[in-house]
């Protein structure tokens, strides 16, 4: 059983930056692939962000590259997303998640869900 904990949301400035954590317990993820996922208000949940187990591939949703940074800290079982020159459209509800497929942007293919982080960005 793997437990994930988000962290770090909360209300910004368009413009402005916030970092999100994910801490896991009860199993390592140092095996994994992670991602992160964001569901706006009234929308499906999509993909933003993936990492491989090692921290040496990452891959960005379109609308996130150049602005958002995925990494990892195996030591500390912890994923984090740097979210920089936050744009109002980025307000959504955040989720880190385990990788257990195939494919990186598909939700499917995540095992194990945090409880989510809400971010919110004001123009």
């Known amino acids: 059983q793997v437990q994930l904990v988000e962290s770090g949301g909360g209300l910004v400035q368009a413009g402005g930056s916030l970092r999100l954590s994910c801490a896991a317990s009860?199993?390592?993820?140092?095996?994994?692939?992670m991602g992160w996922f964001r569901q706006p208000p009234g929308k499906e949940r999509e993909f933003v962000a993936a990492?491989?187990?090692?921290?040496?591939?990452?891959y960005y949703a379109d609308s996130v590259t150049g602005r958002f940074t995925i990494s990892r800290d195996n030591a500390k079982n912890t994923v984090y997303l740097q979210m920089n020159s936050l744009k109002p459209e980025d307000t959504a509800v955040y989720y880190c998640?385990?990788?257990?497929?195939?494919?990186?942007?598909?939700?499917?293919?995540?095992?194990?869900w945090g409880q989510g982080t809400q971010v919110t960005v004001s123009s």
């Open positions: 998640a385990r990788k257990s497929g195939v494919n990186y942007t598909r939700f499917q293919d995540y095992d194990y």
């Open positions: 009860g199993r390592t993820l140092s095996t994994y692939a």
């Open positions: 990492i491989t187990s090692s921290g040496g591939s990452t």
